[in-house]
Every structure is written in C-alpha cells, then in structure tokens.
C-alpha cells in the first residue's frame, strides 16, 4: 500500500467520524422527540371530550417506546464513542490539520507519480573541465605506472 493511499485512509476516517457522530446526533434528537409523542399519546387526553387510551393502545405505544428508547441508547453509545474526535475535526485545530492533510496527500501523489514515471538517460561525464592539480597528479601516477612496467 502506497503512502499516499495510507494518508487517504486517515483523512477519510477524520471525515467519517466527524459525519459518523453528526448522524447519530440527528438519531438521538429525533428519538427523543419521538419519546415526547408517546408520552404525549400515553396521557391520552387530546381534547377535554377524547378518552383515555384503551389497554391494547398503551401495550402498543409502550412497544413503540421501547423501540425508540433502544434507538436513542444506540444512538447515544456512538455519539459518546466518536465525540472527542468529532470535537476535534471541528475545531479550528482539526479543520486546519484535515485541511494540511489533504495538501501532504496532494504532493505525496505528485512525488509518487515522478518517482513511477520517472526515466533515466545516459549522460557523457567526459566533457566536465578537470581540476588541473587533480590531473598532474594522475598523469604523474600514469607515468610511474609506464615507467614500472617498462622495466620489467
């Protein structure tokens, strides 16, 4: 897996998190507002004239409300798991370091991308200038090799 891949991996987790925590938000408020309407319904009385709610309406209601008390409990355990990120990502430190993560993610692609398409060619290394010190001394070390092996 490519570094640029892992650094995606940690924006969107940052991301999903921060929607993650919004959506349950959402799911408590709305259960809770549901919990109000059947507390409502259960008091029964929706004028001066309405009865009161027979037996089977209350067991009806009450596995209504049972239902949106488990959504609500679900709904708060998430909120509570994601919410010190969540916090975070929102906050001007997070924004601002989501923000940094999606140009490293940038130049991490373009360096990757230079490193995969790159080509090389063969250069000639004869035409730099010698260092004129340098070359007396390897000519000096030419000519005693000459010398050596003349001799024998």
């Not at 009806?60 to 609500?72: G, P």
């Not at 010190?84 to 924004?95: K, T, Y």
Request: hydrophobic share 35%; glycine share 4%.
């Amino acid at each position: 897996m490519t570094l640029s891949k892992k650094i995606e991996i940690i924006i969107k987790i940052l991301e999903q998190c921060k929607s993650d925590y919004d959506w349950y938000e959402a799911r408590r408020v709305d259960a809770e507002l549901e919990g109000n309407n059947i507390s409502h319904e259960m008091e029964g009385k929706k004028s001066e004239n309405s009865p009161l709610p027979n037996y089977k309406e209350r067991a009806r209601l009450a596995t209504v409300w049972q239902k949106t008390l488990l959504t609500r409990r679900a709904a708060k355990n998430n909120i509570a798991i994601n919410q010190h990120l969540a916090e975070f990502v929102n906050s001007n430190a997070g924004m601002a370091t989501l923000n940094d993560l999606k140009q490293i993610l940038g130049k991490t692609r373009k360096a990757e991308a230079a490193v995969e398409n790159r080509k090389y060619t063969v250069r000639k290394t004869d035409n730099a200038p010698m260092n004129p010190v340098l070359q007396k001394n390897i000519n000096a070390l030419i000519n005693e090799w000459k010398k050596g092996s003349s001799e024998k």
